[in-house]
């Protein structure tokens, strides 16, 4: 059984900065992609950011490159989101997730199948 979760959520003025993490528990976490989304209130969940199972290939969501970025630590089993220049529009909860197949992330939602529970991540004006 896969377990996935977050921390590093909280509150930040705007064009601060955070760093998420998502721990994994499990085996076999680093042949999978991870892919990390949001979902703020009144809104469907949306991509943010996805690294492939090395870390050699990521991809992001036009409204936060230059801003986010995703590494990942395969022998801690842990993923990360540094996130600068925050805006009040980045507020929502954020999600990492696993990939239903070894090798690529995504920014496919349904190509995920194991989701963390989620961390707040608010940005004042």
């Known amino acids: 059984q896969v377990q996935l979760v977050e921390s590093g959520g909280g509150l930040v003025q705007a064009g601060g900065s955070l760093r998420l993490s998502c721990a994994a528990s499990?085996?076999?976490?680093?042949?999978?992609?991870m892919g990390w989304f949001r979902q703020a209130p009144g809104k469907e969940r949306e991509f943010v950011a996805t690294?492939?199972?090395?870390?050699?290939?990521?991809d992001y969501a036009d409204s936060v490159k230059g801003r986010f970025t995703i590494s990942r630590d395969n022998a801690k089993s842990t993923v990360y989101l540094q996130m600068n220049s925050l805006k009040p529009e980045d507020t929502a909860v954020y999600y990492c997730?696993?990939?239903?197949?070894?090798?690529?992330?995504?920014?496919?939602?349904?190509?995920?199948?194991?989701w963390g529970q989620g961390t707040q991540v608010t940005v004042s004006s």
């Open positions: 690294i492939n199972w090395n870390g050699g290939r990521t």
């Open positions: 997730a696993r990939t239903k197949d070894p090798g690529a992330g995504s920014s496919w939602y349904h190509l995920y199948d194991y």
């Open positions: 499990g085996r076999s976490f680093s042949v999978y992609g």
